[in-house]
């Protein structure tokens, strides 16, 4: 028999702290809810649901947890649509339905070079992942980002080896991040590692790269989802092995040669 | 907590309270074992399953719509076989009813599905769903048909020994009345009512359908009005039990079902509004009931002053 | 404001842009006068229309729903002759569309209303609603068999001397592609669709229904998803213009039902939600489509690549 | 040709005062909102839908117009149900959609006693009535109510010749205030002007007593609306030459004998 205990829980706002936004790219918030009562794995995220939503916006929205401190759970939330832009609203006290820790994680390899490569709000994951690592000199972090460097927790990552933001705000900055991605990755090609969070283009990108260099990545995809359990079925994605496996609880981080991005994937022809 | 009985005896079956929860919404039931205790639920209804194993339908799958969302997961699932070794032994099945829900494309495959699972201790009913609107771009579907309904109904009853046989219907009709009858005259046990309403989503950027299948089963609170006036025409048409399905969000929600003349209902799309619904509205009934002066589902089932 | 051109041409009639008011949620028209200049809008369809002025259903009638609502108004009007007499006049006919929304009872009923709107120059088309759901408990409705469709219809087409004829279809059917088929293959000009779904909303203190006509018709944006999948089916189905109704709240959801093949629209429910919502999506829509990249409403119409 | 002038706009919540509440009784608030640039008859009411309802909650909710001064439009509101319950939680610096004034009026005599008959937050209508009326010494205030009446805003009935507030905690007060009632109307029943707001079943009372004592009475409907503008015909009521006319139009506000509330009316046996 399954434990009964019930790891979906009613957290309080602690802190709401505006980062930035403006200048074309969506506004960024720190989210600081109650302390959950669990610990985490970097790369793990939550589902999270204010009741006061009512009965529109039927799904919980999924975040990554960012960190669980004394002070809290962190997250980091990027107001791109009705359900951010809502829970972007929120004020301290109010209370939100939180369910988590969910999904894999990132692998730690302490003694390996590590290479976090994180594309706007997909830093999330690496404020804990650096933070928390037993070797942060072994870690570097490449961060391409619209908003100013400021406005993202980069003190966060003030530990590791090498933290580098790249400002893309426009199509050429741009391809030069992307020129800037490969140059580096390939010192990450024999014997390192390689995380990557961000936007999906971004991840493909990086996965194209991975797997020309032969490099060990993973990355961590964000999939639409419903349940964020794995009982929906509808945020999953293609593996290595032909399967479509659910995003919630198979990843959200996968290796580059074990997952297909939508675009990659050969239409799959099923059948109603 | 209250003391209230809550208890649906239900032919063949007897349901410790009428809260189950709506195949295709719950996985395989286990995927909530960590956000309550499943024998504490009325029954569990796991996802579609068909004879083999299925990939289900393109990306996306899923889109969210004022108060509700559409799906065309396309009954993706591990077959039945990995189903009865994979998963069943693990469902608290003494304590609790775990009903299996069959998918197929045709009566003969139905009858199949029906003779494996009819001889599995740990199934307590099978539900039929004869009403999948996920088909690709419009044409009629299978449960749209009293016809085939009736010989699905009758293949499935064949081959299911002694478990109590349940059809899910399909609101996508004319006349859902006339669905019931011919459920019931295939030899249906109870109905369940209601599978999702035919919809569709489109995104002006792109300028494509926000489902790879283009249509989807719309389901959630939006749907409620629907589904509570097909079940109250179900139960004056037929006198076989019915279970309530569409837009559950609460216990009040449930009474509503039970009042036009549900005997139990299943929660669907609000497992993914909080993980822990259905367990909360099963805890939170005996209490409303009390509340509002309700001594026993019996006396208050169709009770209607209509 | 935007240049763009959003004139929409129809059969008979060029509407200065697509959004029109849906019958029943804009009253006469006139109610609106003081939230906008009625001849900004495309169109104006009129509260439901019958030979004799009808008192409607007994009370209460309306009912709130999740991101919906229930009406069983039972086509209270004040009848086609005060229509013209007292209200008519006092519309800007001759500068934006008005138009008729039949309700009879049987085909010969629909011809007479018909033949009496045909010859007022300020009816500008009429729409025929064949679909009306609010009947008494249950049954089948008229506007839901494919032959009757067809015959009332064929009455109306030949009572309408030169005015355009729009069929507005229920969704409350297996398949709402050959009730189209039925429409015009009657004559029908242009298909409206669509009309409410068929819901029912209780009240667990009382034990009594939310709409003393026990069912009523859902709309709002609750039922969008399933209008658009309608919309979508109807314009695969017949090559006649089709009007979108269902749940449109927003010049973003206007674009939604062009993009499956609508070539107008009509705002329902969003009236409620402020009077002035009609008028402001008429004026949004240009720079929607500017922001878009959307040239004109001809190239954008049918576009999804599905 | 109409002008087409728009009375629907959106105004901001300049204040939100909660005024009391619990006990068993639905919480009540003042809420005042940025000058709306009309004036208005008391008894005339607003829509109030705020635009952060998104697509839930499809109807505006009518509240009675308490008074329109220089800082604004003035509005009570008791929390009872879902709408109120988020109107209630509104803050100030929000935007709200208000469109008014709407219905019909209360009528000034002002020579005549007039009596004004308020249950619960019916009184909110008269709180313009006796400030505006021109000689307040010709008008009375009875009151019932559940709260104390340290909740309500008795003050604005300083003026009158006399405001009378008798709470009903339980039946047997209830019964009382009933009877009161009757008492005072009788006062009124020849040359006076009697006007009630509040729950249905008093308003039935009210309308009975006006009917025996031949009084000349006014009642204020709170149908259920949607529109709140003449279209949807969801809110009507029969009045006394049979008809089923808009109480949002044609009304709130009948003379006692030209309308039937709902249980007095025979069924109308109305065919779909
Ligand atoms: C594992 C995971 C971790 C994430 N971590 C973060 C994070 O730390 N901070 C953050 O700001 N965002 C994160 N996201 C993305 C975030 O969940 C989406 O931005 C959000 O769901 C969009 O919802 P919306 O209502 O604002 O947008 P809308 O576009 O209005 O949403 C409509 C629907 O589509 C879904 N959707 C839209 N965009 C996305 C997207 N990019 N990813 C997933 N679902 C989407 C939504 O769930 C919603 O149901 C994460 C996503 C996943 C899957
Ligand atoms: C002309 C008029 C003036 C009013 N003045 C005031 C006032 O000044 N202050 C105040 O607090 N209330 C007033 N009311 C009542 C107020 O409108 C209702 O309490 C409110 O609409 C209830 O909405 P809800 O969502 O909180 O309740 P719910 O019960 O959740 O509402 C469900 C639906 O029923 C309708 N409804 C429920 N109860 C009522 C009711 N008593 N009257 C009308 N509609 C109802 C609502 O509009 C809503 O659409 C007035 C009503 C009318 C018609
Ligand atoms: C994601 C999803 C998957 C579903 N899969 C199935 C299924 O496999 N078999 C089935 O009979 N119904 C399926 N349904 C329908 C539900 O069981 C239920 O009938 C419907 O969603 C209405 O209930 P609700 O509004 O409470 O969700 C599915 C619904 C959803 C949302
Ligand atoms: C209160 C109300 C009254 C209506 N009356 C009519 C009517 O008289 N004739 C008609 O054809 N449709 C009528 N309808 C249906 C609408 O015209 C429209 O088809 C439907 O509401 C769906 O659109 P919506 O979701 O935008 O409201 C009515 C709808 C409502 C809400
Ligand atoms: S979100 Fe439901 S299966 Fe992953
Ligand atoms: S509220 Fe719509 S007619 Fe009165």
Redesign the interface.
């Given at each position: 028999m399954l434990a009964s205990r019930n790891n979906c829980q009613d957290l309080r706002v602690v802190r709401m702290t505006p980062l930035g936004g403006g200048e074309g790219a969506p506004p960024l918030f720190e989210l600081v809810l109650s302390p959950p009562g669990w610990d985490f794995r970097p790369g793990q995220f939550i589902m999270i649901r204010p009741p006061e939503w009512g009965l529109d916006l039927v799904w919980g929205r999924p975040l990554s947890i960012a960190d669980v401190r004394e002070d809290g759970l962190r997250l980091l939330v990027q107001a791109i649509g009705r359900g951010t832009h809502r829970l972007s609203e929120l004020r301290p006290g109010q209370v939100v339905t939180v369910w988590g820790p969910l999904g894999n994680s990132f692998a730690v390899e302490p003694d390996k070079p590590t290479l976090l490569l994180a594309g706007g709000i997909g830093i999330a994951p690496f404020v804990g992942y650096a933070r928390r690592h037993p070797k942060p000199e072994n870690v570097t972090l490449l961060f391409g980002h619209r908003l100013p460097a400021e406005s993202y927790p980069l003190a966060d990552f003030g530990g590791l080896r090498k933290a580098e933001a790249v400002r893309e705000q426009n199509p050429e900055q741009l391809a030069r991040f992307i020129d800037h991605l490969g140059q580096t990755m390939r010192g990450y090609a024999h014997g390192g590692l390689v995380l990557a969070c961000g936007p999906e283009p971004f991840l493909r990108t990086v996965r194209k790269l991975a797997l020309t260099l032969k490099a060990r990545a993973q990355l961590s995809l964000e999939n639409r989802m419903a349940c964020g359990v794995g009982a929906c079925l509808g945020c999953v994605a293609r593996n290595g092995k032909d399967q479509l496996v659910q995003t919630c609880t198979h990843g959200p981080v996968f290796w580059a040669e074990d997952v297909f991005l939508s675009e990659d994937a050969a239409p799959l022809g099923g059948k109603p | 907590m209250s003391s209230l009985d809550t208890i649906v005896r239900l032919p063949g079956l007897t349901l410790k309270n009428p809260v189950l929860t709506a195949s295709?919404?719950?996985?395989y039931g286990?995927?909530?074992?960590?956000?309550?205790?499943?024998a504490?639920l009325g029954g569990i209804v796991v996802?579609g399953l068909s004879l083999k194993p299925?990939?289900?339908?393109?990306?996306?799958?899923?889109?969210?719509?004022?108060?509700?969302?559409?799906?065309?997961?396309?009954?993706?699932n591990i077959g039945v076989e990995a189903f009865l070794r994979d998963k069943l032994p693990?469902l608290?099945w003494r304590e609790t009813a775990v009903i299996a829900n069959l998918y197929a494309c045709d009566a003969h495959e139905f009858g199949e599905l029906a003779a494996v699972l009819a001889s599995v201790e740990g199934m307590t009913a099978l539900e039929v769903n004869v009403s999948?609107p996920?088909?690709?771009?419009?044409g009629?579907a299978f449960g749209?048909n009293p016809g085939q309904i009736r010989a699905v109904t009758e293949e499935v009853k064949r081959n299911a020994g002694s478990k109590p046989v349940i059809v899910k219907l399909s609101p996508?009709?004319?006349?859902i009345?006339d669905a019931a009858r011919a459920a019931v005259d295939g030899g249906a046990d109870m109905l369940s009512c209601i599978n999702t309403?035919?919809?569709?989503?489109?995104d002006?950027?792109?300028?494509?359908?926000r489902l790879a299948?283009?249509?989807g089963g719309?389901s959630?609170?939006?749907?409620?009005?629907?589904a509570?006036?097909c079940v109250?025409?179900v139960c004056?048409a037929v006198s076989v039990p019915v279970i309530g399905v569409g837009?559950i969000?609460s216990a009040?929600d449930i009474?509503?079902f039970i009042?036009?003349g549900a005997h139990a209902v299943q929660v669907g799309?609000?497992?993914?509004?909080?993980?822990?619904a259905a367990?909360r509205m099963a805890s939170e009934l005996p209490a409303l009931m009390e509340k509002?002066g309700i001594d026993g589902l019996d006396d208050f089932r169709g009770?209607?002053?209509?």
């Open positions: - | 295709g919404t719950f996985g286990l995927e909530f074992a960590r956000y309550g205790n499943l504490d996802k299925r990939q289900g339908n393109p990306m996306p799958r899923i889109a969210e719509t004022p108060c509700g969302m559409l799906n065309a997961i396309g009954i993706q693990f608290p999948c996920n088909v690709k771009e419009g009629v749209q996508n009709v004319t006349d009345a309403l035919m919809g569709m989503a489109v002006i950027r792109t300028r494509k359908p299948n283009v249509y719309l959630g609170p939006a749907i409620k009005p629907v509570l006036r109250h025409q004056r837009g969000a009040e009474l509503d009042l036009v799309t609000a497992n993914f509004m909080r993980p822990d367990f509002l009770s209607l002053r209509a």
